[in-house]
């Protein structure tokens, strides 16, 4: 896993995660940690805690995303989950944005889109 690219890792981790292969999603970030001169890595790094709390705080999703986003904006699930945390803290127009990204960044993954219309739908659009 050593010469993986970072984005790869960062979906490895999360397969592990919705695995509940816990231990391996937690051994694959943090091998992403320690390449802190990548920025695909720092985003994935800072992102991955916020989704896998248990906790589930759509405040400390939204700044995690954020930061992620501020590594790799082009990231659509750094959006997506930005989208759904602003969502969840009732900040419709920036979810709305968000999840608009997410949807313009990866036209081929329907769970931003789906999100985004039934948003636009809770608000009558």
Do not use: C, K
């Amino acid at each position: 896993l050593d010469q993986t690219d970072s984005v790869i890792l960062g979906l490895l981790s999360l397969a592990h995660h919705e695995l509940g292969q816990h231990e391996e999603a937690a051994g694959v970030a943090d091998l992403l940690r320690t390449r802190a001169e990548d920025a695909a890595a720092r985003a994935w790094s800072s992102a991955l805690p916020a989704v896998y709390a248990e906790s589930n705080d759509p405040t400390q999703t939204t700044e995690a995303a954020r930061y992620a986003l501020s590594q790799d904006e082009g990231n659509p699930f750094f959006s997506f989950w930005l989208g759904g945390a602003y969502a969840a803290l009732g900040e419709a127009e920036l979810a709305d944005d968000a999840l608009a990204r997410a949807t313009e960044a990866s036209p081929g993954w329907p769970m931003p889109a789906v999100m985004l219309a039934q948003l636009r739908l809770q608000r009558g659009r």
